[in-house]
T-cell receptor
Framework: DTAVSQTPKYLVTQMGNDKSIKCEQN?????MYWYKQDSKKFLKIMFS???????INETVPNRFSPKSPDKAHLNLHINSLELGDSAVYFC?????????????FGQGTRLTVV | GNSVTQMEGPVTLSEEAFLTINCTYT??????LFWYVQYPGEGLQLLLK?????DKGSNKGFEATYRKETTSFHLEKGSVQVSDSAVYFC???????????FGAGTRLFVKA
């Protein structure tokens, strides 16, 4: 059983399009995240949700809109895609408030905007 | 604010060489510290962690000791293998925090 699964794994789309990436975790965690990894492997947090509520929004353009229908799912919708949005997007989950709690990551979605 | 600094890569070693990847951090309070590993085409996975000063995390022959006096958490392995080739990320999480902060990552290449 995959702990954190995200779909699709690859996404190629044209500038200006709108796309969504889905994420689900079966670990029973309360907190989910979206991270963006650029071509140099630098990993930057975008959003964090705890029990379906947004708690971190790291100055991400409002073209990016996360949605958490329940605490096991955190989807990412991107409007008006730009070339600079090309990256690998990782979903993750953890059990916040627990000492030393690690994050569990999905396999990533490689987004290419052409 | 909180931050993590790790040595720039890439690091290229021959098989069975000794590995050190340096990591230092800045944080308020008493963070937990982690090393994650990312193999090609995969997501990050936890390699080891330490939750308080002087703790040593270890896994798969890797180890790192939480040094509060030097705010460091250096990763070491006595004898690397080709299969250890990956990108390694040092990270911290403050107690009760919702945000794991990652270093820039260090790519390791191990040659046979």
């Amino acid at each position: 059983d995959t702990a954190v699964s995200q779909t699709p794994k690859y996404l190629v789309t044209q500038m200006g399009n709108d796309k969504s990436i889905k994420c689900e975790q079966n670990l029973g965690h309360d907190t989910m995240y979206w991270y963006k990894q650029d071509s140099k492997k630098f990993l930057k947090i975008m959003f964090s949700y705890n029990n379906k509520e947004l708690i971190i929004n790291e100055t991400v353009p409002n073209r990016f809109s996360p949605k958490s229908p329940d605490k096991a799912h955190l989807n990412l919708h991107i409007n008006s895609l730009e070339l600079g949005d090309s990256a690998v997007y990782f979903c993750a989950s953890s059990q916040a408030f627990a000492e030393g709690t690690e994050a569990f990551f999905g396999q990533g979605t490689r987004l290419t905007v052409v | 604010g909180n931050s993590v600094t790790q040595m720039e890569g890439p690091v290229t070693l021959s098989e069975e060489a000794f590995l050190t990847i340096n990591c230092t951090y800045t944080a308020t309070g008493y963070p937990s510290l982690f090393w994650y590993v990312q193999y090609p085409g995969e997501g990050l996975q936890l390699l080891l962690k330490a939750t308080k000063a002087d703790d040593k995390g270890s896994n798969k022959g890797f180890e790192a000791t939480y040094r509060k006096e030097t705010t460091s958490f250096h990763l070491e392995k006595g004898s690397v293998q080709v299969s250890d080739s990956a990108v390694y990320f040092c990270a911290l999480l403050n107690t009760g925090g919702f945000k794991t902060i990652f270093g820039a990552g260090t790519r390791l290449f191990v040659k046979a």
